[in-house]
């Protein structure tokens, strides 16, 4: 599944400018999966939307936006760079003027335990899943306090909340990212600026597909068994859909959440809850 295929219950009609219109949006690791559908959603939803990821297929989303007519632009930016982090704020402002939002999603598997996890993979995932969100954050936190104002939303994961074997620098990153959301909110409420994070359970995304079918060496039937072992750990019996973080994304992104910060929003199917 690529950039302009969509996912299931994707709107498909002209922007509603509506719940984040005339705002300015970044969304990093907006190439694919749960960045891809909340960037569609938040230029649907009228904001000016500055696309982050490392790969160059971010520029065809933006493309797509501008295609249903959307306002966007596009970078290839790599979250553990400091310069390239801080040029993406600085096309943001450039481009539109401000940064009202920022959802620092970008992110990336991890295998491994404890005693067999090599420094290299912890540092790499630690790296893209934790200090990518900081430094994300650091590069947007300046334009939004001379503005007074600003909503950040963070991309952690249920794996942040409880033990989950075999991803131990995943869940060490996600957790921090927990507490990094946290601590931003309190440090910077008082100056207008609120910070949120999702906790998503497995979501089915094009990196999940891939992870599945390397598990089952392709095999579809293999494929579906192991799909639907996951789901049957959830109460609801189903994994996650993009079209449902991004519109917890765009809830806490606009003005309905007014009164939110600091808050860890489990999107998980039930999964937290048992």
């Known amino acids: 599944m690529n950039g302009s295929e969509g996912y299931p219950g994707e709107p498909?009609?002209?922007?509603?400018?509506?719940?984040?219109?005339?705002?300015?949006?970044?969304?990093?690791?907006?190439?694919?999966g749960l960045g891809r559908q909340s960037a569609v959603t938040f230029a649907r939803e009228g904001a000016n939307v500055v696309l982050a990821d490392r790969s160059t297929d971010v520029a065809k989303v933006s493309d797509e936006i501008l295609g249903f007519g959307g306002n966007s632009c596009s970078a290839v930016v790599d979250v553990t760079d400091e310069a390239s982090v801080?040029?993406?704020?600085?096309?943001?402002?450039?481009?539109?003027?401000?940064?009202?939002?920022?959802?620092?999603?970008?992110?990336?598997?991890?295998?491994?335990?404890?005693?067999?996890?090599?420094?290299?993979?912890?540092?790499?995932?630690?790296?893209?899943?934790?200090?990518?969100?900081?430094?994300?954050?650091?590069?947007?936190?300046?334009?939004?306090?001379d503005a007074g104002k600003g909503s950040i939303v963070t991309t952690?994961?249920?794996?942040?909340?409880?033990?989950?074997?075999?991803?131990?620098?995943?869940s060490a990153a996600k957790g921090g990212v927990i507490s990094l959301t946290r601590q931003v909110a309190a440090e910077y409420g008082p100056r207008g600026i609120r910070a949120n994070t999702i906790c998503p359970g497995t979501v089915y995304t094009p990196l999940v597909q891939r992870t599945y079918a390397e598990r089952s060496g392709a095999d579809s039937?293999?494929?579906?068994?192991?799909?639907?072992?996951?789901?049957?750990?959830?109460?609801?019996?189903?994994?996650?859909?993009?079209?449902?973080?991004?519109?917890?994304?765009?809830?806490?992104?606009?003005?309905?959440?007014?009164?939110?910060?600091?808050?860890?929003?489990?999107?998980?199917?039930g999964l937290t809850a048992i």
């Open 86 to 145: 801080s040029g993406m704020a600085e096309l943001a402002v450039r481009e539109f003027g401000q940064i009202d939002v920022l959802f620092a999603n970008a992110g990336i598997p991890g295998p491994g335990s404890a005693h067999d996890l090599a420094r290299s993979d912890w540092d790499r995932v630690i790296g893209v899943n934790l200090t990518g969100v900081w430094l994300s954050i650091r590069a947007c936190l300046g334009p939004m306090l």
């Open 12 to 32: 498909r009609s002209s922007p509603s400018a509506g719940r984040l219109k005339g705002l300015t949006a970044i969304v990093t690791g907006a190439a694919s």
């Open 156 to 170: 952690a994961s249920a794996a942040g909340l409880v033990g989950v074997p075999g991803v131990f620098a995943y």
């Open 221 to 269: 039937s293999t494929e579906a068994a192991i799909s639907k072992e996951i789901a049957d750990k959830y109460p609801l019996r189903r994994m996650g859909t993009p079209e449902a973080i991004a519109n917890a994304a765009l809830y806490l992104a606009s003005d309905e959440s007014e009164w939110t910060t600091g808050a860890v929003f489990s999107i998980d199917g």
